[in-house]
DNA sequence: TGTATCTTTGCAACTTAGTTGCAAAAGTTT
DNA sequence: AAACTTTTGCAACTAAGTTGCAAAGATACA
C-alpha cells in the first residue's frame, strides 16, 4: 500500500470523524484534524496554530480546539508548567464523557506528550467524605527517544 | 493557648521559614506566607492578589511565587483548566528536590484544590524506555463539604 | 546607630493567551 | 442556484505573565 492509499484513508477517516459529530466540513476543521491525525503526540495551542499549511486566525483555532472538546474529538492534557496540549480521544470517547482512563508522559528534555493507551490510571483511595469524578495521571522523565 | 499565642507562633513560623532559605525578611514575603499558613487549600495566583492585607504588585506577587517554587517552600498543582495552584510543601521538601508524593484533589462544585498529604502517589509501570522522574495525580470530583 | 552595600519592590512597557460581537464568506439543504 | 445556516476573520478587548530600571527597603558592619 503506497504513500497516495493512506492519504486517501486519512482523508476519508478525516470526514468520517466530522460527519459522525454533525459537523460542518470546513478547510479548518479538516487540517487540524489532519494534523491531530499525524501526529503521534499532544499538541500545544501555538503548535497547532504553527504548524497548519495554511494560516487560520488563533480565534478559529481556539473555537475549532473547543468544539472538538465538546464533541469528545480530543482530550485535553494538563501538565505542571500551564501548558494545556490536546490529543485525539480513543474511538470509545463520546460526547460528554470522556473516559481516557490512560496515563499520560511528558519528557523533560525534549517536552513531547505523549498518551500512553496502554496505561491505565490505577486506583486511588480517598479519605472520607470525597467522591472522586476523575483521575488524572501525569508522568514526566525521559521518553524512549531521549534517554 | 489564647488567639494572640497562636499568632506570635505562626509570626515566628513564617520567620523560620524565610530565614532558613536564607530570604530577606519583607513584608511581602511575610504576607505571603502568612496566606498560606492560614489557609488549609491551595491558592491561586490571583487569590494571593486578592487577599494581602497590604497591596502588592503583580509582579512582586509573582516574583514571590517563583522564588518560594525554588527554595521549596511550596509546589504546584495543575489543574485540567489550566490555572496553577500554588501549596506549601511539607517540611521534607528541600531546594530543588521537591518530593510531594501525595495525591491532589479539586472539588468541581466550589473549586477548592487540597493536597492529600496521607494519599501517597500509586506506582505507575510504563512501556520500555520511558525513564519516570516524577509522578502527579490529580483527582476531581466532589469534596467532604460539597457532597 | 549610622552608613555602605546588596536585595527587593513598584512602575512602565511590553509579549502572549484567551474572549466576544459582528459582518462577510463558506457550507448545507432544497 | 437560491435560501438558509454555520463558520470564519477581524477588531477590540481583558487577563496573564515578563523584563529593565530607578527608588525604597533590608542587611551587614564599623
Redesign the interface.
Given at each position: 500500500m503506497g504513500f497516495h492509499s493512506n492519504f486517501i484513508i486519512m482523508e476519508d477517516q478525516i470526514l468520517n470523524i466530522l460527519r459522525k459529530n454533525q459537523l460542518s466540513i470546513t478547510d479548518g476543521r479538516k487540517s487540524i484534524l489532519r494534523l491531530f491525525l499525524e501526529s503521534d503526540n499532544a499538541l500545544a495551542h501555538h503548535d497547532i496554530e504553527a504548524r497548519t499549511q495554511v494560516k487560520f486566525d488563533r480565534v478559529t483555532v481556539y473555537r475549532t480546539l473547543q468544539i472538538f472538546m465538546d464533541k469528545g474529538i480530543i482530550h485535553?492534557i494538563?501538565?505542571?508548567d500551564?501548558s494545556?496540549k490536546y490529543a485525539l480521544c480513543r474511538d470509545e470517547c463520546e460526547q460528554g464523557h470522556h473516559h481516557d482512563d490512560h496515563?499520560h508522559?511528558v519528557c523533560?528534555k525534549c517536552g513531547t506528550t505523549v498518551c500512553?493507551e496502554?496505561?491505565h490510571v490505577?486506583?486511588?483511595?480517598?479519605?472520607?467524605?470525597?467522591?472522586?469524578?476523575?483521575?488524572?495521571?501525569?508522568?514526566?522523565?525521559?521518553?524512549?527517544e531521549c534517554?
Amino acid at each position: 500500500m503506497g504513500f497516495h492509499s493512506n492519504f486517501i484513508i486519512m482523508e476519508d477517516q478525516i470526514l468520517n470523524i466530522l460527519r459522525k459529530n454533525q459537523l460542518s466540513i470546513t478547510d479548518g476543521r479538516k487540517s487540524i484534524l489532519r494534523l491531530f491525525l499525524e501526529s503521534d503526540n499532544a499538541l500545544a495551542h501555538h503548535d497547532i496554530e504553527a504548524r497548519t499549511q495554511v494560516k487560520f486566525d488563533r480565534v478559529t483555532v481556539y473555537r475549532t480546539l473547543q468544539i472538538f472538546m465538546d464533541k469528545g474529538i480530543i482530550h485535553t492534557i494538563p501538565t505542571a508548567d500551564n501548558s494545556i496540549k490536546y490529543a485525539l480521544c480513543r474511538d470509545e470517547c463520546e460526547q460528554g464523557h470522556h473516559h481516557d482512563d490512560h496515563v499520560h508522559f511528558v519528557c523533560k528534555k525534549c517536552g513531547t506528550t505523549v498518551c500512553l493507551e496502554e496505561v491505565h490510571v490505577p486506583a486511588v483511595k480517598l479519605p472520607k467524605g470525597f467522591k472522586p469524578q476523575q483521575v488524572e495521571v501525569v508522568v514526566s522523565g525521559t521518553c524512549k527517544e531521549c534517554s
